[in-house]
């Protein structure tokens, strides 16, 4: 059994208006599906993605009223973003013009990179591995050949690496591969990969036990989910997961995929989230994201949720 790479990222804003801006116009990337968290429906669910809404390469957003994170250990901490190889100082640019504050681009773990942060102080870093290419958006304000192909790599901090590694390699079949030192020089940092691997596929685990305990907030990341072909493997892996008896959510219906949750040793949100149906089910791929789209067992209080939530555009 394997994972087959990342699924999705997920993390919170406080500012759906501004961070709807942030990732569509700046970053260039699709709003794919505009919903509601399914567990706290006054909040939206954003999603956005490349042209296609292409598993591996959405970056989420629950909007809650919620203050900024307290950075810390226990927490995902860095989000990559993979582009061409060539793309990076097209990049700088950019943000420079936008006036986002980026880092310089530097070599990391073999790859150049640059790390960036939205409005709200979320850790990106775009990085030059561009393979598995995404689909290009035609009314992205970024050009097609700079435009963010997919997620990947995603750094966790843990205070201790033994029992994270334990559940990454006996529970989820990755494989430890490598390390290097932690840009920010806290600690070191431990390469977990997925199948044949590649940025797309790796988690990396920072072991940084001189941190102070993180607290999630606006700017901060909620969960990462990995992915899994189809419903059959999800089973299997919810049978795997009970067999080493880690608590977790068992299978839930997302509608757009389905879905596992548990918490690693290090107290970080897991996923395990199937690539189908996808977020054309429930509207033309051509138009998705520009409405509401609601689940069916949410579209009866469509009217009370709507009146719920802000204008975003």
Avoid: C
């Amino acid at each position: 059994m394997q994972l087959t790479g990342i699924h999705h990222l997920t993390a919170i804003t406080a500012d759906a208006a501004g961070n709807n801006r942030f990732y569509t116009d700046t970053l260039g990337l699709r709003r794919v599906k505009k919903t509601v968290n399914q567990d706290d429906t006054s909040a939206y669910h954003l999603f956005f993605a490349d042209g296609a809404g292409t598993p591996g390469t959405d970056i989420t957003f629950f909007d809650w009223p919620a203050p900024r994170e307290r950075r810390g250990t226990h927490s995902i901490s860095r989000t990559g973003l993979r582009v061409a190889e060539d793309s990076l100082d097209w990049w700088a640019a950019r943000l420079s013009d936008k006036g986002v504050t980026t880092g310089k681009v530097t070599m990391l773990d073999g790859r150049a990179s640059l790390d960036v942060e939205d409005p709200e102080g979320q850790r990106l870093r775009l990085v030059a591995a561009p393979e598995p290419a995404g689909q290009p958006w035609d009314q992205s304000p970024v050009p097609a050949s700079h435009q963010i192909q997919g997620l990947g790599p995603i750094t966790i901090s843990v205070p201790d690496l033994g029992p994270t590694q334990a559940v990454l390699t006996q529970v989820m079949n990755m494989t430890l591969v490598r390390d290097y030192p932690s840009p920010d020089g806290q600690g070191q940092v431990h390469v977990f990969q997925m199948g044949d691997g590649g940025a797309a596929a790796e988690l990396h685990v920072a072991v940084q036990p001189g941190l102070p305990i993180a607290s999630q907030g606006a700017g901060g990341v909620h969960h990462v989910a990995f992915r899994v072909p189809d419903t059959d493997a999800l089973t299997a892996w919810a049978d795997r997961v009970r067999g080493f008896r880690v608590p977790n959510s068992g299978e839930v219906e997302r509608y757009y995929f389905r879905s596992l949750y548990f918490r690693e040793p290090g107290g970080n949100l897991f996923e395990l989230a199937t690539d189908g149906p996808g977020f054309d089910v429930d509207e033309p791929r051509e138009t998705m994201g520009q409405g509401l789209s609601l689940p069916p067992f949410l579209e009866g209080r469509r009217a009370a949720i709507e009146a719920g939530l802000k204008p975003l555009d």
